[in-house]
């Protein structure tokens, strides 16, 4: 069985997705930074040990892609102010999209703002890829000091697993959650693959 899986990390800017990237990559500062956008994405290669995949316990190895959220206010011809993506790194979703085994998407609590933001990655990353709901997951960030409650998602969401993530005090939860998740979309993998298979053996 391929353990490797290519999995996209996408939500709004400054949502906390190079943070988690960084700590769960073990590649780099989790926070205390000035705050700097990534620019186009960034993509970081890691091994997660002792993932169990239909019973069997396994390594898997993760390309982990921390997408920009970029966005840009834009007026139309009627006046009206509406938030866009960057064409610069829209252009490159295709490319970014290509080979994806699963999505992470993050957003911040008490932000209703990054609902809708979601719903338009949802479309891009999930819908137009194909996966399925055992393929994604939703993290809501709570960066340092921030007490509050997630905004409600819409119905696209539904099915897909929400989970709490706090890189202060529960950073041990956050590294189970992501290793269950790879499980996750490795089982789904394994299952595809022998789907497969056995339609070519009748």
């Known amino acids: 069985m391929n353990n490797k899986v290519k999995l996209l990390m996408v939500g709004p800017p ?3 997705k190079t943070a988690l990237t960084n700590f769960l990559s073990e590649a780099g500062e989790v926070g205390g930074e000035e705050y700097r956008p990534t620019k186009g994405c960034r993509i970081v290669e890691f091994e997660v040990p002792n993932v169990t995949v239909s019973s ?4 898997a190895e993760v390309e982990l892609w921390d997408v920009s959220g970029d966005r840009r206010r834009v007026t139309n011809s009627h006046g009206i102010s509406y938030i866009s993506f960057s064409k610069r790194y829209e252009n490159c979703w295709p490319a970014i999209q290509r080979g994806c085994n699963g999505a992470i998407f993050v957003y911040s609590p008490g932000r209703e703002d990054h609902s809708r933001y979601l719903d338009t990655l949802y479309t891009h990353f999930v819908e137009q890829q194909g996966l399925r709901e055992t393929q994604c997951v939703v ?4 960066k340092p000091g921030f007490k509050g409650k997630g905004a409600k998602l819409s119905s696209s969401f539904n099915q897909i697993p929400k989970l709490d993530t706090q890189l202060e005090e529960e950073s041990g939860s956050v590294r189970r959650d992501f290793n269950n998740f790879v499980s996750s979309v490795l089982g789904h993998m394994s299952a595809v693959a022998e789907m497969q298979e056995n339609s070519i053996l009748m």
Not at 139 to 142: G, I, P, R, S, V
Request: hydrophobic share 20%; with cysteine.
């Open 14 to 16: 400054e949502c906390g």
């Open 56 to 59: 069997m316990t396994t390594k």
């Open 139 to 142: 993290f809501c960030h709570y």
